[in-house]
């Protein structure tokens, strides 16, 4: 028989999204195949909203998850595979599930994929201009 989990992933999603409440869930960003804006991974892991507000595009199936969604006003594709998937949750209450960790490698052995985020603050920084003004009468 094929994997319980998409089918557990996608009914808990929309368990918590018809209940009015946002799921999050928890991925394990150096497991191969994950592609998440590695600015916001911490010990690890990232936690994402993946309520129809945030994101765009949600497709769960056999694959993994994956989506559009917006990290600091940059449109950023997102790809969790099946095993990187830890749990799904609603912000509110934390009620869902959390999944066995699959047999991804380390971070040791998997270098962190994923786009680079340049913050705003990086480009006024690095072009070392001030914007300046002039009254024009």
Sequence with gaps: MSSSKPYLVNALYQWI????CTPYVLV???QQG??????FVKDGQIV??????AVVQLSIDNQGMRFNARFAGI?????????????IYAKE?????MFEAGGGPSPEDEPPRGPKLVSRQDKASSS????????VK
Excluded: C, H, W
């Design 17 to 20: 999204v018809d209940n009015n």
């Design 28 to 30: 394990d960003a150096y």
């Design 34 to 39: 994950v592609e998440v804006p590695q600015d």
């Design 48 to 53: 994402l909203n993946v309520s129809p507000n």
């Design 75 to 87: 449109p950023t594709d997102v790809f969790a595979p099946l095993s990187a998937i830890l749990g």
């Design 93 to 97: 209450n934390g009620q869902g599930m």
């Design 128 to 135: 070392e201009q001030k914007p300046s003004l002039r009254v």
